[in-house]
């Protein structure tokens, strides 16, 4: 086999998506507008590549095998980031500008985005702004959907990102215990584990969003010491958490970002369990280099808009 057969051609994998759509490689040739010689060319050029058939034929037409299915899996996700590099580099030889596809949870977007978006425009690079839980951000990096999403984990909790997805290290935000004013837990200066321990019997006030790390966190903290959380509300909006705690109905965890703004009959306390921190990361699918030098540049942009915030 010569060198230049183990490489991948874009066409192989393009004739091999075809066939799976259309059935027969005769169809599949004339949705190309190629010969039916060349698609088998590139079918057979591709097998002997992986070393095994990925298409089985008969008399109905073609179908993929189960290696044919898992290489299209692969494929496709080659051809769009070939579809990509092109529309982005035409994007910035027209426009001179850059799109990238940018995710983000609410309250970072809240705080953050007017400041990142300023900041990259700046660079020639414009954003195509998305706003989800951390669950679905996770699914659509993993799926290429996203250029780049910025999320977190906390306690040591790690994000379930595919081997392809690199994670760049933004800010280390420390998590406060929000208490109503008058909560016996607020005389202290800190919140210590017993302390912490000691509210199994208070309601909290955790995320809806299922796969939140935080919220694994104080399960777990507490299933550990043989207690389960009592749930008063579930909810993603940390201006309604604040809210009930301020009431007397519940206590919960803020980030530090969100805690900057303080509210009347709530108060905040540092947690000492230095597991209560949330790592804030700026996830993207890269190659054996790491991120496309426009994501590096969103992530600085995104590192600058955090310091802003004082």
Request: aromatic share 4%.
């Amino acid at each position: 086999m010569n060198e230049g057969c183990r490489v991948i051609d874009l066409r192989q994998l393009l004739a091999l998506r075809a066939v799976a759509e259309e059935g027969s490689v005769a169809r599949a040739a004339a949705r190309l507008g190629w010969s039916q010689p060349t698609v088998d060319y590139h079918l057979r050029n591709l097998d002997r590549l992986v070393g095994t058939e990925l298409t089985a034929r008969s008399n109905r037409g073609s179908r993929l095998t189960t290696a044919g299915t898992l290489m299209l899996e692969r494929g496709e996700e080659i051809l769009g980031l070939a579809e990509r590099a092109v529309a982005d580099v035409r994007d910035l030889a027209e426009l001179g500008r850059i799109r990238l596809r940018f995710g983000t949870f609410p309250t970072a977007a809240a705080l953050l985005l007017p400041g990142i978006v300023s900041r990259v425009a700046e660079l020639g690079i414009d954003l195509d702004a998305t706003l989800e839980e951390i669950a679905p951000l996770v699914t659509r990096v993993n799926q290429h959907t996203l250029d780049a999403a910025l999320v977190y984990a906390a306690g040591g909790y790690r994000l379930p990102f595919r081997a392809e997805v690199h994670t760049t290290h933004l800010f280390t935000d420390p998590m406060l215990l929000a208490l109503p004013e008058d909560h016996p837990a607020a005389r202290h200066r800190a919140i210590d584990r017993a302390t912490l321990l000691s509210l199994a019997e208070d309601p909290w006030v955790l995320g809806s969003t299922p796969g939140d790390t935080l919220d694994d966190l104080v399960r777990e903290s507490f299933r550990a010491e043989g207690h389960e959380v009592k749930v008063a509300i579930r909810t993603d909006d940390y201006s309604v958490m604040l809210g009930l705690v301020a009431a007397g109905l519940a206590v919960g965890l803020v980030p530090s970002l969100v805690g900057t703004e303080l509210r009347a009959g709530v108060t905040l306390r540092r947690i000492e369990d230095p597991r209560f921190t949330r790592e804030l990361l700026l996830a993207a699918p890269a190659g054996p280099a790491g991120p496309s030098a426009a994501v590096r540049q969103l992530a600085e942009a995104v590192r600058r808009s955090i310091a802003a915030l004082g």
